[in-house]
């Protein structure tokens, strides 16, 4: 199945799972998607026979429904920034050779 048949389908489905499931206070959240997709998987549904590409097919639907603004993600706390500890540069000495 391709991706353009396969998100449709999901959207669809994920409307009429969403309406069985308590939710918590202000929608629908990431959470909510990653049990939705665990549910297909435990169903063996062929909604997740689309083609990937080798990308996580959770990440993929997760973005088909940020995109139909069916969810959001206020639920993840964005990571801190990491930045690398620069290590300071050894000290070239100089050879006088010319090339």
Sequence with gaps: MKQSEARALIIQQWDDWILTQAIEPGGPTGKDSLRFFYELQDDASP???FQ???QDKWRIIH???LGAERLSDHWMMPSP???PTRKPR???GKSGAKT
């Design 90 to 92: 050894s000290a070239r």
């Design 52 to 54: 990937s590409r080798g």
């Design 81 to 83: 920034r990491i930045i």
């Design 47 to 49: 909604l997740l026979d």
């Design 63 to 65: 973005g088909w429904l």
